[in-house]
């Protein structure tokens, strides 16, 4: 089992940047695809990013192509999701999710993740 906490949200004006941070317990982490999802309000839950377990690989949604960066860092149990250039509309509550890598599920699905952290705020000004 993994537990995954989000850290590094918070207010910003347009244009700045934030990183987001989603550390993951357990000797196991290593062997766990993580995603990044938002969620605004009254809106749908939308895929951001995703990285393989091995960080071999990345996926960026439409959202983030050219702005956001994923990267992990395994020694750390950690994946963090660097943001630049953001935008009011990037307002969200930002979760990560953890895929065991032997599942091989669809990294754009939330449904195929199985551990979710609470989340943390991110909020754009304009």
């Known amino acids: 089992q993994v537990q995954l906490v989000e850290s590094g949200g918070g207010l910003v004006q347009a244009g700045g940047s934030l990183r987001l941070s989603c550390a993951g317990s357990?000797?196991?982490?290593?062997?766990?695809?993580v995603g990044w999802f938002r969620r605004a309000p009254g809106k749908e839950r939308e895929f951001v990013s995703a990285i393989s377990w091995g960080g071999g690989s990345t996926y960026y949604g439409d959202i983030a192509k050219g702005r956001f960066t994923i990267s992990r860092d395994n020694a750390k149990n950690t994946v963090y999701l660097q943001m630049n250039s953001l935008k009011p509309e990037d307002t969200a509550v930002y979760s990560c999710?953890?895929?065991?890598?032997?599942?091989?599920?669809?990294?754009?699905?939330?449904?195929?993740?199985?551990?979710w952290g609470q989340g943390t705020q991110v909020t754009v000004s304009s």
């Open positions: 357990g000797r196991t982490f290593s062997s766990y695809s």
């Open positions: 999710a953890a895929m065991p890598a032997r599942n091989r599920g669809n990294y754009y699905y939330g449904s195929d993740y199985d551990y």
